[in-house]
Nanobody, 124 residues
Framework: QVQLVESGGGLVQAGGSLRLSCQAS????????VGWFRQAPGKEREFVATISWRGGRTVYVDSVKGRFTISRDNAKNTVYLQMNSLKPEDTALYYC?????????????????WGQGTQVTVSS
């Protein structure tokens, strides 16, 4: 069992930066791939980025490539999402999720454990 808690969201102007954190509990967290997803009002939850359990493989959705960076510190049971050059269209509730069998998967249904989300709002 893995429990996930996101933090770091907030209100920022376009062009600004935020760093989201995903704190996990559970002794096996280090063996899970971890992904970030987001959901805007009235839209489906969408994939943003994922990182392999050792951190050697990362995958990003095209819309955030070059702006967002996912990283992890397994000693701290934490995964980060550094978000730079934020745009109003990045506004959403951001979730982290853990995938026991991950190979860079991007579908919501592939991830077993989810946090409650942290709100990111980007003003124009």
């Amino acid at each position: 069992q893995v429990q996930l808690v996101e933090s770091g969201g907030g209100l920022v102007q376009a062009g600004g930066s935020l760093r989201l954190s995903c704190q996990a509990s559970g002794r096996t967290f280090g063996s899970y791939d971890v992904g970030w997803f987001r959901q805007a009002p009235g839209k489906e939850r969408e994939f943003v980025a994922t990182i392999s359990w050792r951190g050697g493989r990362t995958v990003y959705v095209d819309s955030v490539k070059g702006r967002f960076t996912i990283s992890r510190d397994n000693a701290k049971n934490t995964v980060y999402l550094q978000m730079n050059s934020l745009k109003p269209e990045d506004t959403a509730l951001y979730y982290c999720a853990a995938d026991r069998y991950g190979t860079g998967r991007q579908s919501v249904g592939d991830y077993e454990f989810w946090g409650q989300g942290t709100q990111v709002t980007v003003s124009s």
